[in-house]
Nanobody, 121 residues
Framework: QVQLVESGGGLVQAGGSLRLSCEAS????????MGWYRQAPGKQRELVAT???????RYVDSVKGRFTISRDNAKNTVYLQMNSLKSEDTAVYYC???????????????WGQGTQVTVSS
């Protein structure tokens, strides 16, 4: 099993920055892709950014040029640096990881508990 613990959310003014962190722990063979999703009130959860174990990244168009995803494989941690925040970035941000468990050929998906990001205009 994999546990994901997020930190770094909070309240920030528009134009400001925040850095989210998500540390993975537990018993597993490997962690493959990691990423961040968000869900605003009344909206569906959407992909924000993902990063593979090799460092390849993907972003939703609305955050390109403002957000940067990175990971430290030695620390099993993924980060999301958010700059030039806008009010429309307000949401609960969820960490996501796809992992292979020991003794299993399959990949499983895990979620963190979510961290609130509020951008005031």
């Amino acid at each position: 099993q994999v546990q994901l613990v997020e930190s770094g959310g909070g309240l920030v003014q528009a134009g400001g920055s925040l850095r989210l962190s998500c540390e993975a722990s537990g018993s597993y063979f490997s962690i493959n892709a990691m990423g961040w999703y968000r869900q605003a009130p009344g909206k569906q959860r959407e992909l924000v950014a993902t990063i593979t174990s090799g460092g390849s990244t993907r972003y939703v168009d609305s955050v390109k040029g403002r957000f940067t995803i990175s990971r430290d494989n030695a620390k099993n941690t993924v980060y999301l640096q958010m700059n030039s925040l806008k009010s429309e970035d307000t949401a609960v941000y969820y960490c996501n990881a796809r992992a292979r468990l020991i003794g299993s050929p399959y990949e499983y998906e895990y979620w963190g508990q979510g961290t609130q990001v509020t951008v005031s205009s």
